[in-house]
């Protein structure tokens, strides 16, 4: 047990299980109390269960921290509201929000229905901009009132926003939202002292335990357990702590023993014309082709990642 966020108030999105659940923990255990935010739904959005929340909710107080639940959907903007409200009320303020919560529905960009690309963007995305838009909301007004503030944002992207991810369009294109939307809030929110920044993890989840990606993340037989959820929560715990006062608008990739800060989109090739007018065609097949002419894969060697 620590003390680095005695007094601060934190929601958690998603912390009724996996990595949510890690990260709610590791904050409690640093002194912050809590709003679990869990509807308890599957994989795949649908159902709910207070169930999960709930545990969450006893094992912290289990060792003596302080946590609530709320059970609003995050993809409504009243709702995320609702549940600021409910950590001012019950605490007296709301200092860290960790947007965690998501689903996947899993299909190729040929097959996927707009209803199911809508959805995952309505939690994924849509749900970090209502509670980022909430704090943000709720911060500013303090300020206005000449109230101290404390605000830490922290998203939760994945490596699919940089790399793309076959089968998962709708989560890519959420993934790369959420981004961006961290970034202006870090840019938005710099005068009244709030950080954002956002967390890539691979870790084993309920959204990793089919196909490919279950082999990937297995448990191993012994050993250290490389993508277990517990390794993201301590770098989480970081960002909402006074120690990281000066992090912000940045990406990390967080697993096993690793943390790494990605650098900003850079310009690259660049593709001049000779003539002393506007590109035709042809002037942009001499210049641009070649370039690409020996490229082993069409989409360039950047490309041709690993699935995270």
Request: a negative charge; hydrophobic letters at 40%.
């Amino acid at each position: 047990m620590g003390n680095s966020l005695d007094g601060k108030v934190a929601i958690v999105t998603g912390a009724g299980r996996g990595l949510g659940k890690s990260e709610a923990i590791a904050l409690a255990k640093e002194g912050a109390r809590l709003v679990i935010a869990d509807l308890g739904a599957g994989k795949d959005g649908s159902g709910t269960d207070e169930g999960p929340a709930g545990q969450v909710v006893e094992e912290i107080k289990g060792f003596g921290g302080e946590a609530v639940t709320a059970f609003g959907d995050v993809g409504d903007h009243g709702a995320a509201g609702a549940t600021i409200k409910k950590a001012v009320d019950t605490y007296g303020d709301v200092n860290i929000i960790v947007n965690n919560a998501g689903f996947c529905i899993d299909k190729m960009i040929f097959n996927m229905t707009s209803d199911e690309f809508d959805a995952v963007l309505r939690v994924h995305l849509k749900g970090h901009f209502n509670f980022i838009s909430q704090a943000c909301s709720y911060w500013r007004q303090k300020a206005k009132a000449g109230d101290d503030i404390y605000g830490r944002l922290i998203s939760t992207t994945s490596e699919a926003f940089l790399y793309g991810s076959v089968g998962q369009p709708n989560y890519a294109a959420a993934k790369a939202g959420i981004v961006q939307l961290t970034l202006v809030a870090a840019q938005t929110m710099v005068k009244y002292g709030v950080t954002a920044n956002a967390v890539a993890p691979r870790a084993r989840t309920k959204m990793t335990d089919e196909g490919l990606t279950a082999q990937m993340f297995a448990k191993p037989e012994e050993g250290f357990d490389t993508f277990h959820p517990d390794n993201v929560a301590p770098f989480v715990t970081y960002l909402a702590t006074p120690m990281a006062a000066k992090i912000s608008g940045q990406v990390f990739v967080v697993w096993g023993k690793q943390a790494t800060l990605m650098k900003s989109p850079t310009p690259g090739e660049r593709f001049e014309n000779d003539a002393d007018a506007m590109w035709t065609i042809e002037g942009l097949d001499q210049k641009v082709s070649p370039y690409f002419k020996d490229k082993e894969e069409p989409l360039g060697e950047s490309f041709i990642v690993p699935y995270f």
